[in-house]
């Protein structure tokens, strides 16, 4: 509460750089003062999430000597609407999705519907934006070109939504070295002697530091035979980012190969990845994947904003750093960079210290803004640092005092006193914030 009725604002007119320590900013996102934003008028424009993402990949069967086509499917469970099961006490979500596949001549060689479940606890519906449905299906096919679609619906929504995909099916037979398809690998790890890996269906290497490539070499020879390809990952302006050279020994039959590949160069932006026959030069192999930021809000995407918000979490040397590159490129590598040494989940492709931030900037923004940003005013510093208040108190203009608001944080016990000086509705903190080195912040 407050003692008195009349406040002497300070004002706060420093520009130095200087910020918040990370470790205070994850403690608070991170600990039970994580709150989530009570925005009621106000919708925060962020980037449309895919419902599912699909990934078709072709290997060589040698059980049945034919192609096989897997079909892999990602359901991010945040997209599904779950129902508590009166019985089971558990959450169910239900879909549906089918499957049609027709060759060249229009003909329909796949045409399935499945009905399919999810079921999760009471504290898994806490943490679904982490959690995905995967499902992988498996056809036979003869050598020829395909078109594929698939139509996934939640039941519980109705929402529906459809990819399509065209597929070119090799006859490896004719060949005496060929190459799968390549499948991007988000995690690679051993369990009881045996590999287990995550697919990343989305093919968005996003905050990932490096991603594995498996693919299959075909040696269609009775003998041994030893190797190289050339491998390059450009941009989509043909600018060669990464290349080099796998040697192997084959062995007769399949051979499976998992590749690590650092993502320190793919800063923003679209990617093809070709590995070609070191004699022939011919392409044998090749992957589309992407770099994009997810979870952040569509129009925060100037990488130059993204960078002077950070004014509250970075120092001023790492923002020096950022800012100074001389290169777009370089700019981005150095932003990517710093985020990622802050991720608190870094084998994963979520930032949620990233998200988390940006999204208490885009608040901000909603919130605060009048003649300048509002993460540049001083609600939308303290928003931004410490988040939801626990309390908000708020006093209108009267003969004895200027209007202002009292924010109340129990959890780290602070309280920051907010003043309308100039009676347009720009608040002021009555009292500076200081940082670890005792120097006053200021956006």
């Known amino acids: 509460m407050i003692k008195s009725n009349k406040i002497n604002p300070i004002s706060i007119s420093s520009q130095k750089k200087v910020k918040i320590a990370f470790l205070l900013l994850f403690l608070i996102f991170f600990t039970g003062n994580n709150l989530k934003s009570q925005l009621v008028d106000k919708t925060l424009k962020t980037q449309e999430k895919e419902f599912f993402f699909f990934d078709p990949i072709v290997f060589y069967s040698n059980d049945q000597h034919k192609a096989r086509l897997d079909g892999y499917i990602q359901i991010p469970l945040e997209n599904l609407q779950f129902k508590k099961n009166s019985n ?36 898994e519906q806490k943490n679904l934006e982490e959690s995905s449905k995967f499902i992988v299906k498996e056809f036979y096919l003869n050598p020829g070109k395909y078109n594929i679609e698939i139509t996934l619906s939640d039941i519980n929504t109705k929402k529906e939504s459809t990819k399509k995909d065209n597929i070119n099916i090799v006859d490896f037979t004719q060949k005496d070295v060929s190459f799968s398809d390549i499948m991007l690998v988000s995690n690679l790890k051993i369990e009881d002697g045996k590999k287990v890996i995550t697919p990343l269906v989305n093919k968005n290497i996003d905050n990932l530091k490096q991603v594995y490539l498996f693919f299959e ?54 990617y093809k990845l070709e590995i070609k026959d070191s004699i022939t030069g011919k392409v044998i192999a090749e992957k589309l994947f992407s770099n994009k930021m997810t979870g952040v809000p569509l129009n925060m995407k100037d990488l130059n904003l993204l960078v002077d918000e950070m004014i509250y979490i970075a120092t001023g040397e790492e923002l020096d750093k950022i800012k100074d590159a001389p290169t777009n490129e370089l700019k981005q590598k150095y932003f990517t960079e710093y985020w990622r040494s802050k991720d608190p989940s870094p084998y994963t492709s979520r930032n949620e210290l990233m998200q988390e931030y940006y999204r208490r900037v885009a608040i901000s923004n909603e919130r605060y ?43 780290v016990n602070r309280q920051f006193i907010f003043v309308d000086v100039s009676g347009f509705g720009d608040y002021k903190l009555n009292t500076p914030i200081w940082d670890e080195a005792n120097t006053r912040i200021k956006n």
């Open 88 to 123: 089971t006490k558990m959450y169910d979500a239900s879909i549906n999705y089918s499957i049609k596949i027709t060759n060249s001549l229009n003909e329909t060689v796949v045409n399935e519907s499945i009905k399919d479940y999810v079921t999760t606890t009471k504290n």
């Open 369 to 411: 803004s009048h003649y300048i940003d509002g993460w540049k005013t001083d609600m939308g510093m303290v928003y931004i640092i410490y988040g939801e208040p626990n309390n908000i108190e708020r006093v209108p203009f009267n003969d004895n005092s200027k209007p202002y608001e009292v924010w109340d944080y129990y959890s």
């Open 217 to 270: 070499v075909y040696n269609s020879k009775d003998l041994s035979i030893t190797n190289s390809f050339n491998y390059k990952i450009s941009d989509n302006k043909d600018k060669v980012i990464e290349n080099g050279t796998y040697n192997y020994t084959l062995a007769p039959g399949i051979n499976k190969f998992f590749e690590k590949l650092s993502t320190s160069n793919l800063v923003f932006g679209d």
